[in-house]
């Protein structure tokens, strides 16, 4: 008896391995921490994300994740007197 495969959608079908998949979450990862991809990963991440359901849902709950994040825990800024707290420490235990 001969084994069969169940086609893959077109994305995953150019690289089994998830290359294509790695590679758009290396994209992202590179947007979500505020860098900019180039044209190139730009225009890969789209068109990607448009053939792969499993990355276009990922992509899609990290977005979820993100806004719930930046609406929810607000950045705050360290303290004036943090580096003086610390060298007064630093400096208490090398007493």
Do not use: W
């Amino acid at each position: 008896m001969k084994p069969t495969a169940t086609p893959l959608p077109s994305a995953q079908a150019t690289a089994p391995d998830g290359l294509d998949c790695e590679r758009v979450n290396t994209i992202l990862d590179q947007i979500i921490v505020g860098n900019d991809p180039s044209v190139e990963d730009e225009e890969y991440f789209i068109s990607h994300a448009e053939d792969c359901s499993p990355c276009f849902d990922s992509i899609e709950k990290q977005h979820i994740f993100v806004d719930f994040l930046a609406q929810h825990v607000g950045r705050k800024g360290a303290p004036s007197s943090l580096p003086e707290t610390i060298m007064n420490r630093l400096q208490a235990k090398m007493v």
